[in-house]
Structures are given as structure tokens and as C-alpha cells.
């Protein structure tokens, strides 16, 4: 029943700074783990942070130091800090919740996507 909504997307150069925040309709402690994930054209969607109930987080490799994933359980909302843009990171980005139990996953949320283009 829980929705998520993405924002904060656009256009922006090399090198600037963008906030993506996905607001959930519903309470997001329905879920385990938050996710951000992106597809540019003719790639398989990767993922690119988590952020779990209890705050800890991952990134991928290819955005580590440059984004960071976080949350505010007050409003709902689950953030992902893009800095240090570059245009390989050009790509709609989704946000997930997924709800778990133990290593079975229960049931996925997914979002309708935020573009972020970014030029040389």
C-alpha cells in the first residue's frame, strides 16, 4: 500500500551536485531496506546505495565518495546526495523498498524514476 515518489532530478554539468529524494505515501518502515538504483539506455539497471531500518548503508563502487545515501524517518523520505556528477552517471533512478524476512524477500516497492542527465 505504500507508495514512493522520486524528485530532484534534471539537468546539470560535470562536476555539480544534485539531491534525489524519494517520499513514501505511506509509512517506509514497512520496509528493510531502502534502495537507489539507476538504468541508462542499453544497460541492465544496477544498484547503487542502500540504507537499512537501523541506518547502515552500502554504496556501489562506481559512486562511492561521491554519493550518500540517507533517510529521514520523520518525513518519510529517503535521500541520495549526488556529487561530483559525471555524465556516466547520466540514467533514471529509481527508488525500492523491499520488505524481507530472514533471506526471502517478501514483496518489493519500486518508484517511477527520476532523469538525471549529466553534460560534459
Known amino acids: 500500500q505504500v507508495r514512493l515518489v522520486e524528485s530532484g532530478g534534471g539537468l546539470v554539468q560535470a562536476g555539480g551536485s544534485l539531491r534525489l529524494s524519494c517520499v513514501g505515501s505511506?509509512?517506509?518502515?514497512?520496509?528493510?531496506?531502502m534502495a537507489w538504483y539507476r538504468q541508462a539506455p542499453g544497460k541492465q539497471r544496477e544498484l547503487v546505495a542502500t540504507?537499512?531500518?537501523?541506518?547502515?548503508?552500502t554504496s556501489a563502487d562506481s559512486v562511492k565518495g561521491r554519493f550518500t545515501i540517507s533517510k529521514d524517518n520523520a518525513k518519510n523520505t529517503v535521500y541520495l546526495q549526488m556529487n561530483s556528477l559525471k555524465p556516466e552517471d547520466t540514467a533514471v533512478y529509481y527508488c525500492?523498498?523491499?520488505?524481507?524476512?530472514?533471506?526471502?524477500?517478501?514483496?518489493?516497492?519500486w518508484g517511477q524514476g527520476t532523469q538525471v542527465t549529466v553534460s560534459s
Open positions: 505511506g509509512s517506509i518502515f514497512s520496509f528493510n531496506v
Open positions: 525500492k523498498g523491499s520488505r524481507t524476512s530472514g533471506p526471502l524477500t517478501v514483496y518489493d516497492v
Open positions: 540504507i537499512r531500518s537501523g541506518g547502515t548503508i
